[in-house]
RNA sequence: UCCUGGGUAGCUCAGCUGGUAGAGCAGGUGGCUGUUAACCACCGGGUCGGGGGUUCGAGUCCCUCCCCAGGAGCCA
C-alpha cells in the first residue's frame, strides 16, 4: 500500500508511488486524457490520466466526477511545470469515496448572503481557508503573548445574572426560571482574578443585543480581556501596542501564502510597529474641528462632531487615515465612557481610558481603562447609572478587600481579523457569523 | 429605527420612452492526448419577491408589504 500523504509534503515525494485523499475542485476532461484538481486541506494538486494509465472502468469513472466529489487518488508524484504548484499525480488509480451531487458554490462571483447562507460549504473556498488560517495564528499569537509575560487564562462565565455595563443590550435566557443574560464582557470577572494572580485574561464568545447592523458588527464574537493589578493607563497603552505588533508581525511571518491568497497589501501590516500615535481626546477634538476636516467629514456623510460627545464611525476612519499604523486615542470625558472608568486626577470630566483604531477604516479594536478602585466612587457611579446595586455587590467587595488600582482592556478578535487579512466584513473573520439577521447555518 | 441602492433561470447579471423573457457560469448529451476559471456543438431550465392598482397590454408605471446589501446611530 502507498503511503497517505498530505499535499503540503508532496515534494518529498517525486517519483514515489502515493496515496491522496481529497475533494476534487476541477476537472478538465480532455478526450483520452483527463486532469483532476483535488483539495486535501493542505493544499491543492493536479492529477493527470491518459486512458493507458487506468482501467476503462477508471477512465470512464474520471470522467464523471463532479465537483467536491470525494476521492482517494492514487500515483506516482512528479515534478512538472505545467502543473500548478509545480508538482502532479500520475494517477494509477482512482477510488471514488462519494459523488457529490450538484455543487451550489459556482464558479463564477456570488453576493454575500447567498454565500453565508452556504457558509457550511463556502468554509472550503481558498478565501475562507486563508482567513480561517489567519485567524487560527491569531488567537494562537495572542495566548503565546499573554503567556510569555505571565498572564494566567481566568475564563469567565457566559451565563451572567446582570450587565457589565448598563448600555449595551443583553440576550436574555431562561435560567431555571429566573432571568440570566449571556455575558457581553468579561471583565468585571476578570478585575477580582488580577488581586489574585496580578496578571490575568480572559478569552471568549461575547454577546450584544446591539441593533448594529453594520459591517464591523457580530452579535457574537470573540474578544481577549487582559487585566493588570497595579497598574494604569499608560501600562495598558503600552500592553496593547505590543500585543497588536507582536501579532501581526507574527501572521506576516507565518501566514505569508494566506495573505497572499488573500491579495492582501502586507506594505500596509509591516509598518505595524511601537511607538502608535497617541492623541488625547482632546487633541482629536481641534483636529476634527478644523476647517478642511470638517469638509472631508461632511462631504463623506458624517454627522457633525460635537466636542464633548463620542466619536462618530467616520470620525474615526478619517482619523485612522492619518497614520499608518493603530492610533490610541485616550483620555474620552467621563461622561461619554462607562461608569467603572477611573477619572484623570489632573481633569475629573475626562477618564483614564483609550481605544485603538485600527487602519483603512476597520474601526475601533481595542477599548480599554483604567478602572475606578475607590469603594466610594465606583457605589456612586453605580447608582448614577441607574444600575442595580444588588448585583454588583460582588464588584464593590473587590474595592473593600486591599483595593489596588488596576487596569485592563478589551480587543476584539474578528475586527483584528478583518483588518490583518483584509476581509470586507467581520462576518468573514468567524467560521459561523451572528449577526441581527442571521443565525444559520 | 433612519437614509441610499437592490430583488428577473440553481448562481451572477442584462432587459431602452410599457408591446408575450436574454447572456455567462452551473447541470445534461456528444467531441477532443497537456489542460490551467480548458475549449467547441447541442439540450433542459422562469409564479420577473408577495398583494393590489393604472392600461387594450406591466419585468418595466403607481400604492403597499416582505426580504437583502451598503451606510448612520450604538459598540469591540
Known sequence: MPPIVAIRDLARFVGEQVTLQGWVTHRRSKGRIAFLVVRDGSGNC??????????????????????????????????????????????????????????????????????????????????????MRIRDEIVKACRDFMYERDFLLIDSPILTPAACEGTSTLFETDYFGAPAYLSQSGQLYVEPACIAHGKVYCFGPTFRAEKSDTRRHLTEFWMIEPEIAWAGLDEIMALAEQMISHIVARVLERRSE???????????LESVTPPFPRLSYDDVAERLTR????????????????????????DETILGEMFDRPLIIHRYPTAVKAFYMEPDPERPDRALCMDIIA????????????????????????????????????????????????????????RLVAWISGARHTREAIPYPRTLRRLYP
Not at 490520466?49 to 477512465?59: G, K, L, T
Not at 463564477?108 to 481557508?129: A, N, Q, S, T, V
Open 359 to 414: 487602519p483603512e477604516g476597520y474601526g475601533e479594536i481595542i477599548g480599554g481603562s483604567q478602572r475606578i478602585h475607590d469603594h466610594e466612587l465606583l457605589a456612586r457611579r453605580i447608582d448614577e447609572n441607574g444600575l442595580p446595586e444588588q448585583a454588583f455587590r460582588w464588584y464593590l467587595d473587590i474595592r473593600r478587600f486591599g483595593t489596588v488600582p488596576h487596569a485592563g482592556f478589551g480587543m476584539g478578535i474578528e
Open 46 to 131: 493536479q492529477a493527470v490520466a491518459s486512458v493507458q494509465d487506468v482501467s476503462a472502468d477508471q477512465f470512464e469513472q474520471l470522467a464523471r466526477l463532479t465537483h467536491e466529489s470525494a476521492v482517494r487518488l492514487t500515483g506516482v508524484v512528479r515534478e512538472d511545470e505545467r502543473a500548478p504548484g509545480g508538482f502532479e499525480l500520475q494517477l494509477a488509480g482512482v477510488e471514488t469515496v462519494q459523488l457529490a451531487e450538484e455543487y451550489p458554490i459556482g464558479r463564477k462571483e456570488h453576493g454575500i448572503e447567498f454565500l453565508l447562507d452556504h457558509r457550511h460549504l463556502w468554509l472550503r473556498h481558498k478565501g475562507p481557508w486563508a482567513v
Open 291 to 314: 476647517p478642511d476636516i470638517v469638509a472631508r467629514a461632511q462631504q463623506a456623510g458624517a454627522p457633525p462632531f460635537q466636542p464633548g460627545s463620542d466619536l462618530g464611525a467616520l
Open 258 to 268: 494566506e495573505l497572499a491568497i488573500l491579495e492582501r497589501d502586507t506594505t500596509k
